[in-house]
């Protein structure tokens, strides 16, 4: 199918707003104030309950923190991988995980992973699915390359009060980068139609959501 070249355009202008942003926030990431970010990774790893062996994926791991406590929860017998758009964040986490071989990083999209078909046991994506333009295309790269009773867990703000509704439509209007929050329904709906069964949603934050889904 030809792609509209304006569509393309968007696309292209979309992904350099997000790789200026993180590229800029990478040199500081692992400081105190980016502290909440910390405190929803060690949220997201603890839900994954990762066994030694397994193949674990983080889709927009920043600096690679939880890449790499993964990485030792698997052991030298599994493996884990963290990509993200941000050529510096991925510069930094390769630096943070320089003693820990069984961790890997890689520039790539959410929308075009260079991973394995079957591949990963478990699958995170912690605070980034709002600024997916086509999350329907991420959610089914995850599907794309997770084992069978592969699991996905997508930590992310949920709009299912009017509250966050109106913070959305804030900052979709003044962050270019955003795209959208998404209710408890919205994500069920996403999860389904890329093949996924919806398994259970947990409150970790004030109105931060983990919404977990797995490969049948």
């Not at 592969?150 to 900052?171: Q, Y």
Request: glycine share 6%; proline share 4%.
């Amino acid at each position: 199918m030809a792609t509209n070249p304006d569509d393309s355009s968007i696309e292209a202008r979309h992904a350099e707003l997000n790789q200026n942003l993180w590229d800029s926030w990478a040199p500081n990431f692992d400081k105190k104030r980016f502290g909440i970010f910390r405190i929803l990774q060690k949220k997201a790893i603890a839900l994954a309950k990762l066994q030694p062996d397994q193949n674990f994926l983080d889709v927009g791991c920043g600096t690679g923190w939880a890449v790499i406590q993964a990485a030792h929860a698997v052991g030298p017998g599994g493996t884990a991988i963290g990509i993200d758009l941000s050529e510096k964040m991925i510069e930094r986490a390769v630096a943070n995980g320089k003693d820990t071989p069984n961790a890997r990083f890689h520039v790539a999209n959410a929308e075009l992973m260079p991973l394995e078909d079957n591949f990963f046991d478990c699958i995170i994506c912690t605070n980034s699915f709002h600024h997916y333009l086509h999350p329907a295309v991420a959610l089914a790269e995850m599907y794309r390359i997770l084992k069978t009773a592969g699991r996905v867990i997508i930590l992310d703000v949920e709009k299912d009060d009017t509250f966050m509704r109106f913070v959305d439509r804030v900052t979709q209007k003044f962050e270019p980068e955003h795209v959208s929050l998404y209710s408890k329904k919205e994500f069920q709906d996403l999860f389904e139609s890329a093949g996924l069964a919806y398994t259970a949603t947990k409150l970790v934050f004030p109105f931060l959501k983990a919404h977990m889904a797995e490969k049948r």
